[in-house]
């Protein structure tokens, strides 16, 4: 099986294929080091903070399996036609020789998953006595009276158990013969089954996970551990947001840069909990907020369709509060860190995205004639107030609002400029009592 996956991982690196499709941000760190793991013939463990996409990368291994191997039909543990296992198996083999019946499994079938959970048992892994086989007659020591567990079961394929350390520490020693003698032990009497699986893993760092810890001869045995990370590039980061969110409106590549820097803002923070993480989930769950408000808004003032604006960034905070962890002594500032942070990525994201463009004349202009926005504000006359000053085409085409009849792509842009003057201090803002902003000079 190890095999198998050597050199389909080979033929895809010689080809030019990627053998990861849907992994960002790995590129160039995880993936050469878990490739590695797997030319090796290696067990695996992955090591990182929640919402690193472990779980994902594990997933993706089965891309690396032949679509279709044959199987005995009917055999507890996908057997190989010419290389049985089981008693039972070998018997069939046996007695039927070529017409042993085969059927065909496909690769997705091959891949196993457990989340460890405290209840889970050697049972669940590895097998026990089925007490209904030993009624019908069998000896308590047959081999044919075991119900295998999830381990046995993903003969040649993949075995995955997502956050290893919750496992009892008992647990994790019935693991320890799977992995180098690769044979079974239930109820006091060894089967012996060269079992041909790759047991992979992942676990969050010990320091943050005082539920457990992962026992050091399991450790030993994983050839390989491979630290994962958060997306190093902001660029990563959006990417990974475009791929994983299901939008509910039309969120323009400027809104979702401010995201992705807000999330990254929240990593390097110290008043956030840095030993749980801050997922990419958040963004992901962000992104999706800022689409949900901006429909919500086009149902209530009634626009023909639905385009964020940086107003609707600030349901973000309140929304997905829940989602982090604050470090002791941020105990009543919650709101006001997150407020700050999400400030602070929008004014990184319009002075990146308008580098060069000189704003002084919408300033101006704005200080003589105040603009008005805001949640009931429609995109339409968002873009009537504005004042006629040639940098707004420069605006315009910096943040891919140009070319289009619809005023919402304006209007986000607009908004996007007026913020940033008003957080550079160049402009000044207020909100009204119905919830409209007026910004003013």
């Excluded at 081999?143 to 008992?170: C, K, S």
């Excluded at 109820?187 to 943050?208: F, K, M």
């Excluded at 603009?371 to 000053?389: D, K, M, N, S, W």
């Amino acid at each position: 099986m190890k095999t198998e996956l050597r050199e389909n991982l080979l033929d895809a690196l010689r080809a030019g294929r990627d053998p990861w499709p849907g992994i960002v941000g790995f590129e160039s760190t995880v993936l050469p080091q878990l490739e590695r793991a797997l030319i090796a013939g290696h067990d695996v463990v992955l090591l990182g903070e929640r919402g690193q996409g472990k779980t994902r990368l594990l997933r993706s291994l089965t891309g690396l399996l032949d679509e279709w191997t044959p199987v005995i039909e009917g055999s507890e543990l996908g057997e190989h036609p010419f290389e049985p296992i089981t008693p039972a198996s070998r018997r069939r083999a046996d007695e039927l020789g070529d017409e042993l019946p085969v059927t065909w499994v496909h690769r997705s079938e091959r891949y196993t998953e457990k989340l460890a959970t405290p209840d889970t048992a050697v049972a669940d892994l590895i097998g026990d006595v089925d007490p209904v086989k030993v009624a019908e007659g069998r000896s308590l020591g047959d081999p044919e009276t075991i119900h295998y567990g999830l381990v046995p079961r993903a003969h040649r394929g993949i075995v995955a158990i997502n956050e290893l350390p919750d496992l009892a520490e008992r647990i994790q020693v019935a693991l320890l013969n799977v992995m180098e003698e690769r044979d079974i032990q239930v109820r006091g009497y060894t089967v012996r089954l060269p079992l041909d699986v790759l047991l992979v893993a992942s676990a969050n760092p010990e320091d943050y996970t005082n539920r457990g810890r992962i026992i050091t001869p399991l450790k030993d045995r994983f050839g390989a551990e491979v630290r994962t990370h958060y997306p190093l590039e902001v660029a990563d980061e959006i990417a990974l947001v475009r791929q994983e969110a299901d939008l509910t409106a039309d969120v323009p590549d400027h809104l979702v840069e401010v995201v992705a820097r807000f999330t990254r803002h929240l990593r390097d923070s110290s008043a956030v909990d840095q030993s749980s993480g801050v997922s990419a989930r958040f963004a992901v769950a962000a992104a999706e907020t800022v689409a949900a408000a901006a429909l919500r808004r086009a149902a209530l003032v009634g626009e023909p369709s639905a385009f964020a604006r940086p107003v609707d960034l600030e349901t973000v905070p309140a929304v997905l509060r829940g989602k982090l962890e604050f470090a002791s002594g941020e105990d009543g500032r919650e709101e006001e860190v997150l407020e700050h942070l999400l400030h602070r990525a929008t004014a990184d994201t319009a002075r990146y995205r308008l580098r060069g463009v000189d704003l002084t004349e919408l300033a101006e202009a704005v200080s003589a004639n105040p603009v008005r926005t805001g949640e009931r504000i429609p995109a339409a006359q968002v873009v009537a107030g504005l004042p006629t000053v040639g940098v707004l085409t420069q605006v315009a085409s910096r943040l891919g609002a140009e070319g289009t009849e619809d005023p919402g792509p304006m209007a986000s842009a607009a908004e996007l400029a007026l913020e940033y003057l008003f957080l550079t201090r160049k402009l000044a803002k207020d909100e009204s009592d119905d919830g409209d902003t007026v910004s003013y000079g």
